[in-house]
């Protein structure tokens, strides 16, 4: 591609009102960077263990606590460090001893590679599907924990939150990455005994947290692996220092403080317009648009084959041959329209569209065609 074609210049009706459609950092809405900017001189710059910012934390897990009707028992944790920190205290202090795992893209084999190099664990039994697909559910009798994904942000597959084994007692415990997910896809809370998410993606704040919603299955199995003495956890991924904290609305060590400031309005915002119900509808809408798009494009088709298994938070859109997608998303980006290229790993002709709850149905439809207006224009 020559430097001229970056030239191209969209014209304003073919320009979304914001630009921003990255799968995470994504958009955050200026109303809460408007909210965080009010609340900083008394906020920004004071004790994470003071009343000022433990009362955020408090709406942070009270509001989710809402979003998601959890039932009795069910606690809301945090801590430093996001999703991916989350596998490897996962390791430490979730998994007893095997786990298992449903592999279909690059976050849930990061979690599977970590529990396999972890000495203290029995190799995982790893189920795996083509990339663009989900592996159907299996049961292994030997694994204590299943590791779920909700939505695979580098594919866009989604794959619904189920028990592969019915709660009881001895029952092997559901540990969900929702990091996508959460705050845009619906989950029955009964499915679930950890459902774990960063805030960078459908909750529009900031990367660097974890949060995890907790069944008691889930909470005895972290008070149990942290009571056996033979069990090292360093301190920094321990999930019993996280819940004990978790409960005095702090975290073990100091957070960002605009990014929960961020996340208590985004939480707050959803539960205001009418909770999971509302964000998965508006979710809904907006992959209603981009999967019509493409599935009547003459040169595209949605990566995910099965439309029941599109994630409505992500899209995956592969282009034909000819197009060369890298190049529509150079120009889209020449004209502030960014973050639509596919995940590098991936490798694929591909654009990739978050569709959370802060990006308007509207907006999508007007990125559908400002990408066909550029193709008409590199097509010559
Ligand atoms: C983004 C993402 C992660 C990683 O989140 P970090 O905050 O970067 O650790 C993990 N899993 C899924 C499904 C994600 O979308």
Known sequence: MNDTVLDIRLSPDLLPRDGR??????????DCVEALAKAAPTFLGTSHRKPGVREVVARVREGLRDMYALPDGYEVLLGLGGATLFWDAATFGLIRDRSLHFVFGEFSSKFALAAARAPHLRRPVVVESDFGDHPEFTTDATCDTYALTHSETSTGVAMAVQRPVPA????????????????????????????????????????????????????????SIAADPDRWQPASLSLALALDNSRQNQTYNTPALATLFLLAQQVEWICAKGGIEWAASRCDAAAA?????AETTSYTTPFVADPSRRSHTVATIDFDAAIDAAAVCRVLRANGIVDVEPYRKLGR???????F????????????????HVVSVLSG
């Open 289 to 293: 648009a981009i999967f019509g798009w």
């Open 357 to 372: 709850p802060n990006i308007d149905t509207e907006d999508v439809e007007i990125l559908t065609r400002a990408v066909d």
């Open 21 to 30: 459609f990255g799968s995470g950092p994504s958009k955050v809405r200026q």
């Open 168 to 223: 009881g007692d001895d029952s092997p415990i559901v540990v969900v990455d929702a990091t996508s997910a959460a705050g845009g896809l619906r989950v029955d809370p009964h499915e679930f005994d950890v459902y774990y998410f960063s805030p960078q993606k459908c909750f529009g704040s900031d990367g660097g947290l974890w949060l995890a919603l907790c069944s008691p299955a889930a909470l005895s199995r972290i008070e």
């Open 349 to 355: 002709n591909q654009m990739r569209v978050a569709l």
